[in-house]
């Protein structure tokens, strides 16, 4: 249990300062000392909080899901021509900035929430694609061998033998791109999603250095929070699955 | 030799999308949305003509079993994307009012659909030709300039884009230099730091954790989070010492965004130069040491020179990563390409939006192409496939 410990602990800091943020008024009045208004009252940060997780969660259960059926599709018999294309789409579309691509995305689809989920699902897929076919790839066909010898369907050899030996590779390639996400999530405010980027944007064009840190301090603890979560999840899978990884 | 249902089902694809998309759009002026026009309204019935035959011609040459036909393909599909901005300046000539100076061409959805797929069946063809580097080079050079001559050409002065460019050359040019100076001024500080950290825990094994530890640590912290986080420290500093500000140093601009730039950048290059260095397998270093080098020797003579691919790698993913972050910092005032996104997004001026994130992405590409083939020719000759 002291592996989730971590990602808890943050997690209550987390919400403890997105709804205790104003208490914290005098010390920002200290940073800011010019400023009347020195805590951002535009929107709650809880609401800003729920709404930027919402956009990451709802872009990476998509995502995830897209980039496996893609991963399964390219390395099956029937796909296996399409494998050297689609593993080059996933390699190559990493090195289009995210910043350029949530841009492309605002002359296609508009301002708003729209264009930052299909940008997010869209650059996030490719660290999840990338990894699921380097999880598949890389097991032993004597392993699949074997679980075909006795008797397993196709299927069953994909459930039960192929998907739970990527898996722990898979999952990285989600923590990747979640870590990606929740970044440009932020840089999504200047497109009008309304996530705690905005307490940073509108701390940099007011000239005010307090809310830059209110809205930056919580984007950093997200990161933290969720980046702790991911090492307690990839911890226990390594002691569920493989103990002698674990040690 | 088997039917390409690759380069067939791409094909397809792109076929459907070229028809049903707008291939571009007139706009009377900068903000007003354009009128979009299809394939047929676009470049008349024999344009429509050229590109289904051209894009009928590559599936048949897909299906068909002909000898030679990946050669025939390449040249196909290369001589497609190198005059694919064709498209546009026919359609400009066509649908472009005369009499209103304000008026532009702007390219819709279809032509970026033919130009991603076109682009996709060419990495296909090349990747069955057994990728050859001379001939990828051959290539881009071609296609490349073959767009830099169309750009350059009267014919396409009304494309948004190009209006937008020729509305601020001068301001272009400043932030190519900007958003290079601090990518590359960012990844070589950062390079420099690597190695001698990557040094250090080498010869002192207890500092791996925590080193290791503080660089991934600060690659979890989001970009704008970082940013944002080093302007009331960097303010403070230049208030306790003014002399810092004659130097151009501020809670915002340029320091602030180098400083963040070689914090991400720590993290790639930290791990690949370990890891490369470690790596060195111990037998040829007791080779070496039996042919009577020393230490100092053995670092510069084997190990390095066996490193440097990895190390290169990881000099790619950091220059890949430098210069999108750097376009972030545009929102900190460091300028740069991204000062044109932020601007466009401000302005809801998409044309200038793209001038910004275009040449982001192509500098990417270009970084990511040259370190890739830097690595390879460093590769020891018999590692070399």
């Known amino acids: ?247 | 030799m088997s039917v390409n249902r690759v380069i067939a089902a791409l094909g397809l694809l792109a076929l459907a999308l070229v028809w049903l998309l707008d291939l571009g759009a007139i706009q009377p002026n900068r903000i007003v949305p354009g009128t979009g026009h299809g394939l047929v309204s676009a470049v008349g019935w024999g344009g429509a003509a050229l590109v289904t035959s051209a894009l009928a011609g590559a599936i048949l040459l897909a299906v068909l079993r002909v000898r030679g036909r990946y050669l025939l393909l390449l040249a196909l599909i290369g001589l497609s994307l190198a005059l694919l901005p064709l498209l546009l300046e026919v359609f400009a000539s066509r649908h472009l009012p005369e009499d209103s100076p304000y008026a532009r061409s702007s390219v819709g959805a279809g032509f970026w659909c033919l130009l991603f797929l076109l682009s996709l069946m060419l990495i296909e063809v090349v990747g069955q030709l057994g990728r050859r580097r001379g001939l990828q080079l051959l290539l881009v050079v071609v296609i490349g300039s073959s767009w830099v001559v169309f750009l350059q050409s009267d014919g396409l002065e009304s494309l948004s884009l190009v209006r937008e460019f020729n509305a601020r050359p001068a301001k272009f040019e400043q932030a190519l230099w900007t958003h290079l100076t601090l990518a590359f001024g960012a990844v070589t500080i950062s390079a420099v730091l690597a190695f001698g950290l990557a040094l250090k825990m080498m010869r002192s094994p207890a500092w791996q954790r925590p080193i290791l530890g503080l660089v991934s640590f600060l690659q979890t912290i989001p970009s704008l989070a970082v940013f944002g986080l080093l302007i009331a420290p960097l303010s403070a500093l230049v208030a306790a010492f003014p002399a810092l500000e004659s130097l151009g140093i501020r809670g915002i601009g340029w320091a602030p965004a180098l400083l963040a730039l070689i914090a991400y950048s720590l993290l790639p290059m930290v791990r690949n130069t370990f890891v490369a260095l470690t790596e060195v397998p111990e037998e040829l270093a007791d080779a070496g040491r039996g042919m009577g080098m020393n230490e100092r020797q053995l670092f510069f003579k084997l190990k390095l020179p066996l490193a440097l691919p990895v190390i290169i790698e990881g000099v790619r993913i950091t220059t890949i990563q430098a210069i999108g972050l750097t376009a972030v910092a545009a929102l900190i005032g460091a300028g740069g390409f991204g000062s044109f996104i932020f601007q466009g997004l401000g302005q809801a001026a998409m044309d200038l939006v793209l001038l910004g994130a275009l040449p982001t992405i192509v500098l990417a590409l270009l970084a990511d192409a040259l370190l890739t083939m830097l690595a390879a020719s460093f590769r020891p000759a018999a590692a070399r496939v």
């Open chain 1, 1 to 247: 249990m002291r592996l989730w410990l971590p990602p808890v602990l943050l997690a209550v800091l987390l919400i403890g300062l997105s709804t205790g943020m104003p208490a914290l008024e005098p010390l920002f009045h200290w940073i800011q000392p010019d400023k009347q208004q020195v805590i951002y009252e535009r929107e709650s940060f809880l609401f800003l909080l729920q709404n930027h997780v919402f956009l990451v969660i709802v872009s990476a259960a998509a995502g995830t899901l897209a980039a496996v059926a893609g991963g399964i599709f390219a390395t099956r018999p029937s796909g296996r021509d399409f494998l050297p294309l689609v593993s080059q789409i996933a390699s190559i579309g990493q090195t289009f900035p995210p910043v350029a691509v949530l841009a492309l995305a605002v002359p296609v689809l508009g301002f708003g929430e729209a264009p930052i989920l299909v940008a997010l699902m869209l650059y996030g897929l490719l660290p999840i694609l990338r990894n699921t076919l380097a999880g598949l790839e890389s097991i032993n066909p004597a392993v699949k061998e074997a679980a075909r010898g006795m008797g397993m369907s196709p299927l069953q050899v994909l459930v039960r033998a192929e998907l739970p030996l990527a898996g722990r590779v898979i999952l990285a390639g989600i923590r990747t791109s979640v870590t990606i996400n929740i970044a440009t999530a932020a840089i999504g405010s200047t497109i009008g999603a309304r996530t705690l980027g905005d307490p940073v944007i509108a701390g940099l064009v007011n000239g005010n250095t307090a809310y830059v840190l209110q809205g930056a301090i919580l984007i950093g603890l997200l990161a933290l929070t969720t980046d702790s979560l991911f090492e307690a999840l990839e911890r226990t899978w390594d002691r569920r699955f493989s103990p002698q990884v674990a040690g």
